[in-house]
Every structure is written in C-alpha cells, then in structure tokens.
C-alpha cells in the first residue's frame, strides 16, 4: 500500500452553518460542497487546503456516530483520511499485518470516494481513513 498524502481531515461539529463563519470568514476558504451522506446520518461541508481537504461532520439524526462522537468527546477532530490506490487490496494487507478494520470491504462516502475505516484500538487511537478516488 503507499499512502500519497491525506485526503481530508474530518472535524465533527453540531452545526455546519454556525461554523463557516470561522472557515471563510476567518481562514479565508471557501466551502465548495456540502452533501449528506444519508447512510452515515452526517451532512458534510468540504473546503480545500491545497491537496487536502477539511470535511465538516454534522449529524442528522442522534442515532449518527458523529452525534455520539460530540456527545461523548466534544466538537473537534473527528478522524485523518489517507489517499491511496488499491482500497481493497490495501485492507487484505492491513488485516494481515493485524489491524482491526471497521470496514473490512470498502464502500462509498462523500464524494464518490471509495473509502473504508481503520479500528482505533489499531491506529493509536486516532480514527483512521483509508480512501481511493473511483477509477
Ligand atoms: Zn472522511
């Protein structure tokens, strides 16, 4: 697997629309999508960093990871989301070298990515992304 660089860091918040003031107003980026992801129950809001992007996490339902998430940890940095080629075949070596994975097949997020997620208990805790673009 070769990672090429991160794709997206995902930040959960409780509202998209209360924070676009800091990220346009303040950062200067400008908000170029937002989506829902109705099987994720989050809504997302994307802005480019150069290669990379900030995705903006916000739950539609209280049953969303994401509404969790907050409710346990507070708004903040949800998960790191790493590009790579080859998703499927990149969890078969992850699962060989003994990383639990969540997804352990990967499936599609926001936009048309092909992505799957690392365990935690795997990545130092930090919730990990593993995402190629469709060919
Ligand atoms: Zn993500």
């Known amino acids: 697997m070769e990672i090429s660089h991160i794709e997206h860091i995902g930040i959960a918040v409780k509202s998209i629309e209360e924070q676009l003031p800091y990220y346009e107003g303040v950062l200067g980026l400008t908000c170029y999508n937002i989506e829902t992801v109705e099987d994720q129950k989050v809504k997302t809001a994307f802005f480019k960093v150069g290669q990379t992007k900030i995705e903006l996490l916000e739950p539609t339902s209280e049953e969303s990871t994401i509404a969790k998430f907050i409710e346990k940890k507070g708004e903040g ?24 994975l969540i997804d352990m097949q990967a499936r599609k997020g926001a936009e048309g990515l092909n992505i799957a997620f690392l365990h935690p208990k795997s990545t130092g805790s930090v919730l990990t992304e593993l995402c190629e673009h469709p060919e």
């Open 77 to 100: 940095v949800h998960h790191i989301a790493f590009a790579t080629n080859g998703l499927n075949e990149a969890l078969k070596e992850m699962e060989n070298k003994g990383v639990r």
